[in-house]
Structures are given as structure tokens and as C-alpha cells.
């Protein structure tokens, strides 16, 4: 039986599975963007850029902040671009 922080491990890795989320977390490791910028970066539309923060937020990987009427994301657990980091340097040594 699993444990609940490998359950969540393992749901780590599928949401890193998506493409969006991919750069969305890669852009927050930059610094603190608005819904409009990360729209910009992903090439995809404000509906498809909020529910993909949704899922972040509800994995507790991402936070907010609100500023008059805008409302900034900023990535709440860095580590996890370094698991990122982890599996691209792991898939280079493998085609070597």
C-alpha cells in the first residue's frame, strides 16, 4: 500500500507530464507572471492557462497573490524543477 506523500510523488509526475505545466512551472522558476504573461509564454488561452494553475495549485506546487485586479502566480516549491533537471539529465545520459 502506498504512502500518502508516493501518491502524491506519483501524481507530481503526471502532472509534469503536460506540456503547459512543463512551461508554466519553468517560467514561475523565473519569477512571479500574471495570468496574461504566462498566456504569452504558453501560446494557449487565459481558460486553458487558469485550469492547468488550478491543478498546480491543488498539488500545493504553485501560490498567489492579488494586486489590485490582477493576480500573480509564483512557483511554491522550487524543488520541483529540480526533479525536472533530474529526469533531463538522466534521459541525456541515456543516449549517450
Not at 503526471?14 to 500574471?34: A, F, Q, V
Not at 489590485?68 to 538522466?90: G, H, M, P, S
Request: proline fraction near 0%; aromatic fraction near 6%; glycine fraction near 2%.
Amino acid at each position: 500500500m502506498l504512502k500518502e506523500t508516493e501518491k502524491r510523488a506519483l501524481m507530481l509526475f503526471k502532472i509534469l507530464g503536460n506540456s503547459t505545466r512543463y512551461l508554466i512551472i519553468r517560467s514561475l522558476y523565473e519569477g512571479e507572471k500574471n495570468v496574461s504573461r504566462l498566456c504569452e509564454i504558453t501560446n494557449k488561452k487565459s481558460t486553458t492557462v487558469s485550469k492547468h494553475l488550478l491543478i498546480l495549485k491543488e498539488l500545493d506546487i504553485v501560490s498567489y497573490r492579488t494586486e489590485e485586479n490582477k493576480v500573480f502566480y509564483r512557483l511554491k516549491k522550487a524543488d520541483v524543477v529540480k526533479v525536472i533537471d533530474t529526469a533531463v539529465k538522466c534521459m541525456e545520459r541515456n543516449k549517450r
